[in-house]
């Protein structure tokens, strides 16, 4: 059966830290990776997309990066955090019928 | 564009039935769903519409597409506690991104 893992789930970083969570698949391959953001409060942003291995699209313009250095691995990174950057992240993988979240991952930058 | 909207907020009483409601602007999503988030979690696949259907009935859960009005409900019958969480409709361009919209907090109170 195909999971998906994200970790950590709680972060706390300090403004200007740098910033790496990552994401894996298992039970399926080649898989359209995705980066989601959900501010306090408000609705779910797309990040980042992937459709294979360092193949990466950015959706708005931001602080954080995306990588995809294997077919199954998604890394969301930041060199300088800011305070905006605090939420709660979602990595999820899709198929035909939709998506499939991973449990997220709560930054708060102090 | 792409903008998928819904109410904040939603409060209802234990044993009634509950409607979120959701309007989107794409028409060419061929699939669109409904997630469930519960607090601190990532996100369920609750169901999901085709969107040459009218309605789609499952269990508790009926949703209901007005393709002319770009219209989406879910209605869950016999609301319980447990169904507090907040909702999410989605569709899904073309492009195989899903867009969320804002997400309705269902409350139900005894």
């Known amino acids: 059966s195909q999971t998906i893992h994200q970790w950590p789930a709680t972060l706390v970083q300090p403004v200007g830290s740098p910033l790496s969570l990552e994401c894996t698949v298992e039970?399926?391959?080649?898989?359209?990776l995705y980066w989601y953001r959900q501010a306090a409060g408000r609705g779910l942003q797309l990040l980042f997309y992937?459709?294979?291995?360092?193949?990466i699209s950015s959706e708005v313009p931001q602080n954080l990066s995306a990588s995809r250095p294997q077919d199954r691995q998604f890394i969301l990174s930041s060199k300088k955090l800011l305070l905006s950057d605090s939420g709660f992240y979602l990595c999820?993988?899709?198929?035909?019928?939709?998506?499939?979240f991973g449990s997220g991952t709560r930054l708060t930058v102090v | 564009g792409e903008d998928v909207e819904q109410s904040l907020f939603l409060s209802v009483r234990e044993g009634d039935s509950s409607v979120i409601n959701c309007t989107y602007t794409?028409?060419?999503?061929?699939?669109l769903y409904w997630y469930k988030q519960e607090p601190g979690a990532g996100l369920q696949l609750l169901t999901y519409?085709?969107?040459?259907?009218d309605m789609k009935q499952d269990q508790r859960l009926t949703v209901l597409l007005n393709k002319k009005d770009k219209h989406l409900s879910l209605r869950i019958a016999d609301t319980q506690t447990g169904d507090s969480a907040i909702y999410f409709c989605?569709?899904?361009?073309?492009?195989?991104?899903?867009?969320f919209g804002t997400g309705t907090r269902l409350q139900v109170f005894p």
């Open positions: 039970g399926t391959s080649n898989p359209n």
């Open positions: 519409i085709f969107s040459n259907m």
């Open positions: 999820a993988w899709s198929s035909y019928y939709g998506y499939t």
């Open positions: 992937s459709v294979g291995i360092g193949q």
């Open positions: 989605a569709e899904m361009p073309d492009t195989d991104k899903l867009i």
């Open positions: 794409d028409s060419s999503s061929t699939y």
